[in-house]
């Protein structure tokens, strides 16, 4: 059977044997852990641990991974982490994504919303993030995103794997009538070296599932490990060469219909009327459904086949009423200058100078740059699609989602429902980069089933559907001053940054209850947190509503403030007349940035940096630190004929502690080509009221022809840990401009850079 | 009613009821249940949904299934039995895909190209494998077909 059909068969046994205690495994100490959520899944037979290890008397040992694996290899590391404690060969275990349960909460997520930048280690900035970690867990906030699963698990999926080992070597210790110091585990199985006897796992599980847990945690020194710090084949690998059925598209349940939805061009925009004579014409098609939801309007077509529901949705008549006054893209572009001529929203970091130094930068010491990125869709290959099904009094969803207690929340509220009556199960993603945090297409397949109902449907969007209704990466200006002394020192650097707030978009979709408070981190992440020794810095932001649904989009803030900050950067390493190499290093020579400096360096190294090129040819260099990793890239490029080659990208990534150095340099990789994709012409533009943009042909990414050399090299030098899926993407983008200005002369300030001059 | 259409799938031989308008795609993963190939685009821009028809990559997504000449062979018919295919052994000794969702559809463009040139040089392989991936794993994917040339050819 099928990895998702086991799931789903997993998912409705809501039978089984008396729990025998979920351990208590003090992963959080200071508040009562959640209830176990495997109580009510387990299957006959089976015996669940805790939430992260079930294991079946067979010994089928099945770890809960409870991220989305959206291609970042996380259940291979997560389950890695519990199979270390566990002894356990990864090989030998089966990874599940679990249910969703708010004791899968991520601690991490919203631990570096906090506004402090990473490297502060002051009480004031540990402090909240503490109280972000109570946040997090008290919204259950059971989510993938900001490259924080590895953080937010690498103590607790231990202990998990920990805590299992000691009850099952407690119940070993009776079966043979010894004490635990004289048996031995390997595989799966404990041996009483003096009988020669042994027992698996799984002999034991429900003996062991009675033994108290432990009251101290003894992990594995990181020198012990046998399983972490070292590449490990992805544990989804065969799924995904042989067309396995387990993404949310594959989904197929008995009854089944299929279904599409049109939707309003944007929130805000509601339906006025629609004929669907045509649509119910198309053979196949089945019903029109109308979708009105917190997330926007629309209408559903249901069908006996995806691709009738496709005609059926291009033959609906539908008159819109949208009242929104901003409706193309140039007034956008003026909404965003005009804020930046008013008085700040809100300021971050910074070195509290007085406001005066900033405006009283002699002339010819005076650097000053615009910078500006567009709207950009996320584009995953698998367009956004969800299965639902009204039962009685419980909704059921199918989805590949980055967040399912959101949906559990959500949709509940739509149907004014107890949460605890929506069942998520959650699939592999085909991609996710941040869209799939969102709700919509899990809400609006809810809303179809409603009319369905018994019957499930699986609902598609076509791609011009997904491009035209995204939550959008917003689009953003940096005004950027600095004074270079004469003696080529950046003295001064002012950052202003006009864009629209991610938070206060996404807040209303998905907790219509909470509002919104603070200083939205997002609009300033990627300047207002870099490592720099300047001795005067200020960075604010004029927030602007563009009335455009915006979302987090690979790397947030970072996407947008790296590409400023780091083109900025160069801008004053030229002005300064010094090597950009060398100019960041003399601003980086605070203790706490090494981390920064030694990547800096090895890239250079690696790059060869600093030696001669052939004309047309240039490097160029960047930095970023977000997300905890520390990441300094050299992009090479070749201009010939006015059109552009990515030759090479060098990249040095420092997270602190790596625990699998192949999937994160795949992850690092992933990020530079999603980052490169795009300068390449990426751009979401807007026309009375519509996107222009619509399918692969409008708006592409990289392609193989376009795919430069990657080399990566990992560095532990960060003081704590950092994440993986997005500290690649933000200095791809600058170091590419800086390479096109190291070659031609040409200083690009504008994505996507294809707009100004030509890619191969 | 929908006319019966003869098709060949993976060696099978089979009648299915359709429009024939519609494309291959849809009537693989909606009608015969056969879920290897993806919906990425409906363009054949793509190419997730990318199949062979007598050996050759057709991107599924935009043949009629009424126009279909030839045998269809999809993901899931070019291992033999439990042996993968050496491109797909190939695929995972690299440990090409990511999210994977991309990876049916470049499997077969690379089952394809070797079929046709089973040598290829980097140039061709980039003239060849037009298939997007939004993971960007094309470095692996050209380091997995040459792997597979080599094994193929041994």
Redesign the interface.
């Known amino acids: 059977m099928s990895r998702l059909g086991k799931y789903t068969r997993r998912a409705f046994l809501g039978l089984g044997v008396a729990a025998a205690g979920g351990l208590a495994v003090g992963f959080y100490f200071y508040q009562k852990p959640y209830a176990n959520p495997l109580d009510a899944k387990k299957a006959e037979g089976e015996t669940p641990f805790n939430p992260y290890v079930m294991i079946d008397q067979d010994n089928t040992i099945t770890i809960i991974a409870p991220r989305a694996e959206m291609g970042q290899g996380i259940h291979t590391t997560l389950a890695a982490l519990v199979a270390e404690e566990l002894e356990v060969p990864l090989e030998q275990v089966v990874v599940e994504h679990g249910p969703s349960s708010p004791a899968y909460f991520n601690a991490a997520m919203l631990e570096e919303s906090t506004p402090f930048p990473f490297y502060d280690e002051s009480v004031l900035a540990e402090l909240a993030r503490g109280s972000m970690k109570i946040v997090a867990k008290f919204l259950g906030l059971n989510m993938t995103g900001g490259s924080s699963s590895t953080t937010d698990a690498f103590v607790k999926m231990r202990e998990a794997g920990y805590a299992a080992k000691f009850v099952l070597l407690k119940a070993a210790a009776e079966h043979f009538g010894t004490s635990e110091d004289n048996l031995t585990l390997a595989d799966g199985t404990i041996t009483d070296p003096a009988s020669g006897k042994s027992v698996t796992y799984g002999e034991l599980a429900s003996k062991a599932a009675a033994v108290s847990p432990p009251s101290e945690m003894k992990l594995k020194k990181a020198s012990d490990w046998k399983i972490l710090g070292k590449s490990q084949k992805r544990v989804e690998l065969k799924d995904k060469v042989t067309g396995g059925r387990i993404f949310g598209i594959d989904v197929q349940l008995p009854n089944m219909l299929y279904g599409t939805v049109r939707m309003a061009p944007r929130k805000g925009v509601s339906l006025k009327s629609y004929d669907k004579t045509a649509t119910l014409a198309i053979p196949g098609v089945k019903d029109v459904v109308e979708i009105r939801t917190i997330t926007g309007e629309g209408l559903g077509v249901v069908a006996d086949n995806t691709w009738a529901a496709f005609k059926g949705a291009e033959a609906l008549e539908i008159e819109w009423d949208d009242p929104l006054s901003l409706q193309n893209s140039d007034q956008m572009w003026s909404a965003l200058e005009n804020a930046l001529t008013q008085e700040a929203t809100f300021e971050l970091g910074g070195t509290g100078s007085d406001a005066e130094v900033f405006t009283s930068i002699p002339e010819s010491e005076a650097v000053s740059a615009q910078y500006r990125v567009p709207f950009l869709a996320h584009a995953t290959m698998e367009p956004m699609n969800a299965t639902a099904q009204h039962d009685e009094n419980t909704i059921r969803v199918w989805t590949g989602t980055q967040a399912p207690g959101l949906i559990q929340s959500v949709v509940s509220s739509h149907f004014d429902m107890d949460s605890a009556n929506i069942d998520v199960t959650t699939t592999r993603l085909g991609g996710g980069f941040g869209r799939c945090l969102e709700v919509d297409f899990a809400l609006y397949a809810a809303v179809i089933a409603k009319a369905t109902a018994p019957n499930p449907v699986k609902v598609t969007w076509t791609r011009e559907e997904d491009t035209q209704h995204d939550t959008y990466r917003p689009m953003a200006i940096g005004q950027f001053k600095g004074q270079v002394t004469p003696d080529g020192t950046l003295k001064t650097m002012d950052m202003q940054v006009a864009s629209p707030s991610i938070i206060q978009s996404v807040m209303p979709r998905i907790f219509p209850g909470i509002s919104p408070a603070g200083p939205d981190n997002t609009v300033l992440d990627g300047a207002f947190n870099q490592p720099l020794d300047v001795e005067n810095i200020r960075c604010q932001a004029h927030v602007a509503d563009l009335q455009v649904p915006i979302g987090f989009w690979r790397s947030v803030g970072n996407s947008v403030n790296g590409f400023f900050h780091e083109s900025f950067m160069d801008e004053a390493a030229h002005k300064a007349g010094k090597d950009p190499l060398e100019f960041r290093l003399a601003h980086l020579t605070s203790d706490e940035f090494r981390p920064a400096r030694e990547a800096l360096k090895r890239v250079a190294e690696m790059s060869g940096w600093g030696t001669p090129l052939p004309a047309g040819k240039g490097r160029g260099i960047a930095h970023v630190l977000s997300f905890g990793t520390w990441t300094a890239q050299v992009v090479q490029v070749d201009v010939t004929d006015n059109t552009v080659t990515i030759e090479e990208v060098w990249a040095v990534a420092d997270p602190g502690i790596v625990l699998d150095p192949g999937i994160f340099k795949d992850q690092i990789m992933s990020g530079i080509n999603f980052g490169l994709s795009q300068a390449l012409g990426q751009e979401i533009t807007w026309v009375d009221g519509e996107i222009e943009q619509a399918n692969f042909d409008t708006f592409d990414a990289m392609r193989m022809h376009q795919a430069p050399k990657i080399t990566i090299e990992l560095l532990e030098n960060s003081p704590r840990m950092g994440g993986a899926g997005e500290p690649g993407t933000p200095p791809s983008t600058p170091a590419l401009a800086n390479a096109i200005f190291a070659a031609t002369g040409k200083r690009i300030r504008q994505m996507p850079l294809s707009n100004e001059i030509d890619f191969i | 009613m929908?006319p019966k259409i003869p098709l060949t799938v993976n060696g099978q031989k089979q009648e299915i009821e359709a429009?024939p308008e519609?494309?291959l795609l849809?009537a693989l993963?909606?009608?015969m249940?056969i879920?290897?190939?993806?919906?990425?685009?409906?363009?054949a821009?793509?190419g997730?949904c990318t199949v062979l028809i007598d050996g050759e990559a057709v991107r599924s997504c935009s043949q009629p299934v009424g126009e279909v000449e030839g045998e269809i062979t999809?993901?899931?018919g070019i291992?033999q039995g439990d042996e993968?295919h050496a491109v797909?052994q190939a695929?995972?000794k690299h440990?090409?895909?990511?999210?994977?969702?991309?990876?049916?559809g470049q499997?077969m463009a690379a089952v394809a190209l070797l079929e046709e040139n089973p040598d290829p040089t980097d140039e061709d392989?980039?003239?060849a494998?037009?298939?997007?991936?939004?993971?960007?794993?094309?470095?692996?994917?050209?380091a997995a077909i040459k792997d597979a040339a080599q094994t193929l050819g041994a």
Request: glycine share 8%; hydrophobic share 30%; net charge positive.
């Open positions: 929908y429009d519609m494309p849809w993963r909606d009608i249940d879920k290897g190939p993806k919906f990425g685009c409906g363009i821009a793509c997730a999809t993901i899931e291992s993968l797909q695929w995972m440990s090409v895909p990511q999210c994977g969702y991309c990876q049916s499997i392989i980039s003239d494998m037009t298939n997007l991936c939004r993971c960007g794993t094309y470095p692996k994917i050209k």
